[in-house]
């Protein structure tokens, strides 16, 4: 269960333009569908204020996100493109979906899309997928990510098993800078790693304390 939303958070998104979510690399893997322009356009509302957005030109229907949203329930509400499908066509939420933003709408849908169905819990995913919501802090070099639904099916401890890995790998692939002997939890509802290169540490990290 996501308990959590951050919807408009300012601060959060601030760390998401920097991070230049766009999916520049998902153009050359996939067949691309959606039309991007190169430069975001300012929308303005008495609820949202302006903010600069980047929507596919080829984008067929939109929808003004409400407050305390998130990618998930977005796309539960419409069950007809996945998380992944929403990122790609407004780029600026991110791969974790902290920049979605309460009054600001979203493209739902372009022109010759085709739905692939819903995520699964325990669905697998590819780097090159692009799977969307990450969990927040999840490192940078996962080779496969795992898909826990929004119910916390399958459990975290299934879902390791399944992939022969144990928790400290697991705790130090996606719960990065705390003790990595103890029983985190998953989100509900996020993809999160489940293959690295990466070894299993403590989970002291020594630069943060800088
Ligand atoms: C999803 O459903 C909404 C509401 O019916 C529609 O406006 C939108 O175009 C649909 N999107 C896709 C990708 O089919």
Known sequence: MVAFSFVGSIALLASVAAASPF????????AR??????????YCSVSAGCVCITRPTNCVATY???AGESCG????HFNNFTATDLYKWNPEIGRECFGLRAYVPVCIGVTGYT???????????????????????ITKDCTKYGF????????????R????????????WNIPCRDSNEEWSAWAGYWN?????LPATDGTCPEESA
């Open 193 to 197: 790693c489940i293959e690295s290169p």
């Open 23 to 30: 999916p520049a690399e998902a153009h050359d893997l996939m």
């Open 73 to 76: 329930s977005v796309v539960d």
């Open 161 to 172: 098993e399944a992939n022969g890995i144990s928790k400290q790998q697991w705790n130090t």
């Open 115 to 137: 739905y692939p169905g819903p995520v699964k819990g325990g669905d697998v995913a590819t780097p090159e997928e692009l799977p969307v919501p990450l969990m927040y802090g």
């Open 64 to 66: 003004i996100v409400q």
């Open 33 to 42: 569908q959606e039309q991007m322009p190169g430069e975001c356009t300012d």
């Open 148 to 159: 826990i639904d929004e119910h916390g099916s399958p459990t975290l401890p299934t879902l």
